[in-house]
Every structure is written in C-alpha cells, then in structure tokens.
C-alpha cells in the first residue's frame, strides 16, 4: 500500500473517528461447533440450539399473541400513495388478519386448502399470509414474474382451492388456464380490492369459529408449499411446517441478536424487497412479526424506486443479495467517476477493505485491530465515500443479512469497513432459508459462517454438503396423495451443493455439484465462484461458464444495462450499436479485467481462456433464467450453440 492509502494527508487528530457498527448490548453466548475430524479434515460440525422447541401452536398464532402482549407496538409500516409511511401497530394488524381469515373461510375454504398468491413484495402479501394460516390454510407463493404455465403448474400440482393475484395482468394470465385447474374454485384480484371484499365476505363468521381455525394448527401441521427453482426440470413443491419455521426463526432471532433486537435508541425495522415468493425473505417476514421488528414492504426493486423507499422507510437492517450490494458499490464507483474522483474511491475502497480484515483479525484474536493511521484514514473518508454508501441504503442500515450466493470476501470486508456488518448465510428452500450464518463478532470473510443453533453440517466423500436440523423441511409435495415424501437420508438432506469445512467449523460453498465441469484434460471445475467473481464487475450482468469435455473453460457474458451505460457516457460511444459495441476493443478489455481478476480464484487449468460478450441478457421470457433468476444452463447453452462452438474454433 502506498503511503497516502496508509494515512490522511492531514493528522489524525484532526479528523473525528467514526464508531463502528454498533456492538449488541446482551448478545447471547456463542457456542463454538462441535467438530468431527477425519484424517485432520473437519467433515462434521454442529451447533446446540439456543432456543427450546416449539411444543404447541402454530406461525398463525403471532399476530394475536403480539396484540395481546403488546397491543400499541408498531410491527409494520405501510406506504400510502402520497409516499410518506403510516405505521401499523400490533393490535391493528391482528385485527385485519382476523377480518381476512374469516372472509376465507366465508367463501368455503376448509382447514388444509391451499391459497395461492401471486403478488410481488407488498404489505398485502403478509397479510394474506398470516391470514391463510389463521383460517387453517396452507399458502402457496407463485412468483409475479412467473409464466402461464409455470403459474399453472404450481395451481395445478399442490390443488390449489383459491389464488389472488395483485393484477388484472396476472388475473387474465390464471384465467387463460382455468380450463385446465379443475380444483381452483377462487380467483381474487388485490388492486380490485380483494381484501376488502373478504373481510366484508367474513362478517358473518364468529370469532370463534375463527379460532377454532387456528387451534387446529400444531408445529407438525404444514405452514407452505414452496416451489423449487426448476432450473433442470419442473419445480418441486417443499413442504415446511410451523415447526419448521419455528426453528428457523426463534434460533435466528436469538443468534442474531443486534439484527433483530434494538441494541440502540433505534428500534429495529427493515424494509423487505426480496420476493416473498421466495424462502429468505418469507422467513424474515415471519422472524420481523415474531421479534416485533417494524417491517415495511417495497415492491419495485428499480433503482430509483427503491432507493426512494430506503430513504424514507430509513431501515436499520437489511436483507439483500449479493448483487443489491454489489449495484450499490458500482454505482457509488461511476458516480465518484463521473465526478473525476475515482481514484479516490477505490483508494476509500482499498482501506475500507483493510479496516474489515484487521477488525476481523482482531474479533479472532490473529491481530490487533486497526491501528491509528487506519483508523484515521478510514475516518477521513467517512463523510467522502462511506456515509454516502450508508445513504444509499437509507441512512440508517448498520446490518445487512446476506445471502442467496456467495457475497466474496472483498465485498465483504469493504462494507465492515464502511460501517455496515454483513451476516452472510447459506440454505436452501428444502432449508427454511438459512442452514449457516456468520456469527455475531465472529466473522470468517468469505465463508458462510457456522451452523445455525439446532443445525448440523457434514460433508460427504464427493464433497457435498448434508444438512439436519428441526428446520429441515418434511419433505417434496406429492399431488397424489397430497403429503410430503421424505427426502433426508438418516436424517440428513443432501443439498446438491459442494463445500468444505475450516478448522473451526466455518463452511465454504464451492459450488453445486449437477454443475460441476469435468474437461476433456479431467480436470474438475466448479462454475460458480468464477461467475460470482465476474458478475461483481460493474459491466457485468450475466455469465455462465462453460467447458464440460472442452479442452479448456470458457464464458457467455452478457452486459449490466446501468454500468454499459455509465460506460458509454465516459467513453462517448453512446451512439454505437450494442451489436457492434460487443465487439469494441475498449469493451472487451474492460471485461478481461474482470476475468483476470476471476482467474485469480484459480489454477490455470480451470481459468477462463476465452468469452463471448452477447448483445442479448438471459431472461426469464426467454426461458434462460428461473423466476428466482438462476441460470437454466442446458436451455442457455442450447440457445447460443453457434456462439458456444465458435468459442472453441481454432483461431486463424
């Protein structure tokens, strides 16, 4: 590092230290894993759980219960059509829970049919949810973005009895398929005021019967049907049980104590904007109603939408995925290029970076922490570049639970560094979401974390990772006899996912093994920690390598609309057509940078040799990705064949 990264041009005593991200002032007592070793390898670790199990009642139950034990407390804020946020308190939302209950069971819909919901991250989303399950219910999340067919399928598979949609777009897509779903008696629209018309519809239903509803319910009984990905076939619906998310939930929000408890004069909100259609954010749902977290809702994830919400919601924490964390880093990057000021703040990012891992270093007991003259420039550019990136997030947000892919190590340590505390985790839908988590001041940059309390972790010969836990669902859907078929072998459910275990029990996830490369030398390459390593790249969007019984490995890139237009504005090629910009030396230079940098990963047997920039994206119309925007390899690789054999034409 050079002297001026070192330290500030101007003493250290002139510039006010930045506090850290805040400490929690009780957090619960970490248990180290308990560890099996084998031939010095660590292939097993587990975790105690730090909260007793759930023996009675069900998720429906936490609306009523926070009304009875905290009736005047805000648990969520709703945003009205001025823009401004009206916050909802404990006792008013049980009270709309229990007024939509009751117009469900007005319609007919008996203990055990399941409601589809079609919507994207709306307050009415949560409401139908806890509402389904107080009328003995089970929901089914359908993606908005989802196809005809793909919403067909799930109606169809788990026999859905009733569907609300949030549009007439999506009311006309389940109404093009009725012919074909002779078991969905139901269609409700949100925007033609279906919550209205159920709780005038369950006027006629008595509190108690509505009760009854839920005393029916147990931790064994089945809270949701969620459906896979179906990136190699069709989508297989997971069974989770209240129990299940009772796991999930009560051991996160004990172990993640800062997230989810005030540990300041701010109380703890996040304003969710990852599909409730998926497992992470519907388990952050049900965890924000069970700590009491104020939870607001934001639709849009366009840029300029969602920065608005994050301004005026003003989160503490958030749930994100890597690629919302590494927009707000490049877009924080051009604009200080914009402003000729980029050395600046990749110098900033630099010591950002540096202050993560020796705060790190020091949280191990490996090192001292960070010394004066890091202290001090990181101070110096707090108000420069890192308050700016906290803005960006709402002003507020000290913590930010990640996950869905790996997050990187430098990523990671740049947003310690810049104030915000990233708890990385890792799990699957089969999972309740997460299965491991970075454990509160004891970081491990670049891994997963530890199990989750009441988890196990084990690594089979082939490297797969196998999971345990009360949190393991009970098993995939099966229409024919409408129950869950166990998928765990002795207890343990194989993910498909490689990974490794440290020394301390700290999981590293390598990638899945249906992707694994094998070239034509041999040689096995796992996909995904390249792609992740390039698509951080701000002119990247998407990537999939390639290379299975090739003689090396290669790579389809396509190109992130914001940073291809930031590029073209700094390179004055706005008029060049993106058919001919792919093939534009600067371009393609830019990008090998960003494959360089992913090669770094690895030997140069498994690094990429040649890529091909498309003038397309891989899209969910186009099949090429799912609705939870994975990449459908064998369709993508079937579709750009001319491209994919061109990448290994002998050059002239």
Request: a neutral charge; aromatic letters at 6%.
């Amino acid at each position: 590092m050079s002297r001026q990264e070192s330290a500030p041009p101007s003493p250290a005593t002139d510039v006010p230290l930045p506090a850290p991200a805040p400490a929690p002032l009780s957090a619960p007592v970490l248990v180290p894993p308990q560890k099996s070793v084998v031939d010095g390898v660590v292939r097993e670790v587990s975790v105690p759980p730090l909260v007793p199990t759930v023996a009675r009642g069900s998720v429906a139950d936490i609306p009523f219960d926070n009304a009875a034990e905290a009736p005047a407390e805000v648990v969520l804020s709703r945003k009205q059509p001025d823009g401004a946020w009206r916050d909802v308190t404990a006792a008013e939302f049980a009270a709309e829970v229990l007024a939509t209950a009751k117009g469900l069971i007005a319609h007919g819909l008996r203990p055990g049919d399941r409601l589809a919901i079609m919507a994207r991250t709306t307050y009415e989303w949560t409401l139908l949810d806890f509402a389904a399950w107080a009328a003995g219910l089970i929901p089914v999340p359908i993606y908005p973005t989802s196809s005809a067919s793909q919403a067909a399928w799930i109606i169809h598979d788990s026999g859905a009895a009733a569907c609300v949609v949030e549009n007439v777009e999506q009311a006309r897509i389940i109404s093009g398929e009725r012919a074909g779903l002779p078991y969905l008696a139901h269609l409700w629209q949100l925007d033609a005021g279906a919550v209205s018309q159920l709780a005038t519809a369950g006027r006629q239903i008595t509190d108690e019967e509505a009760a009854a509803r839920r005393a029916w319910l147990g931790p064994e009984s089945i809270a949701t049907l969620i459906y896979t990905s179906g990136t190699t076939g069709r989508p297989k619906g997971c069974v989770l049980t209240h129990g299940n998310f009772f796991a999930e939930v009560d051991n996160s929000i004990e172990l993640l104590h800062p997230v989810f408890k005030s540990v300041t004069t701010e109380p703890a909100s996040t304003l969710l904007f990852l599909p409730l259609s998926h497992v992470f954010g519907r388990m952050v749902a049900i965890g924000c109603l069970r700590a009491r977290v104020r939870l607001g809702h934001a639709p849009s994830i366009q840029t300029d939408d969602l920065l608005a919400d994050l301004a005026g919601f003003r989160p503490t924490f958030l749930l994100a995925i890597p690629y919302v964390l590494e927009k707000v880093f490049n877009t924080g990057r051009a604009t200080a290029e914009k402003m000729g000021r980029a050395s600046s703040f990749d110098r900033a990012a630099r010591i950002a970076r540096r202050y993560g891992e020796a705060l790190e270093a020091q949280q191990h007991g490996t090192g001292r922490g960070p010394g004066i003259g890091l202290r001090a420039a990181r101070a110096l550019y707090d108000p420069l570049v890192y308050r700016r990136i906290r803005a960006a997030l709402g002003g507020n947000v000290r913590y930010a639970v990640c996950g869905g892919s790996p997050l990187g190590h430098r990523l990671a340590a740049f947003y310690t560094g810049a104030g915000i505390e990233v708890f990385e985790g890792y799990g699957l839908t089969e999972t309740t979401a997460a299965s491991t988590v970075t454990p509160p001041l004891q970081p491990r940059l670049g891994t997963v974390g530890w199990p989750l309390p009441g988890t196990g972790v084990r690594i089979a010969d082939d490297g797969e990772v196998l999971l345990r836990g009360a949190h393991v669902f009970s098993g995939y859907w099966d229409a024919s006899i409408a129950t869950a078929v166990p998928a765990t072998r002795d207890g343990w459910f194989p993910t498909g996912d490689l990974g490794a275990l440290d020394g301390d029990g700290y999981l590293t996830i390598t990638g899945r093994k249906k992707e694994l490369i094998i070239t034509a030398a041999g040689k096995n390459v796992a996909p995904a920690p390249l792609e992740d390593r390039l698509r951080s790249h701000p002119l990247v969007g998407q990537c999939i390598v390639i290379g299975d019984n090739r003689p090396y490995v290669s790579a389809l890139v396509t190109l992130e609309p914001d940073g291809l237009a930031h590029w073209r504005q700094m390179k004055k090629k706005q008029d060049i057509r993106i058919e001919e910009l792919v093939h534009d030396e600067e371009l393609l230079a830019d990008i090998q940078r960003g494959v360089d940098d992913a090669n770094g990963l690895v030997s140069r047997a498994e690094s990429i040799r040649r890529f091909t920039v498309l003038p397309v994206d891989f899209t969910e119309d186009q099949g090429h990705l799912t609705p939870s925007l994975k990449l459908k390899r064998a369709v993508i690789i079937r579709d750009f064949a001319p491209q994919v054999e061109a990448l290994y034409a002998k050059r002239r």
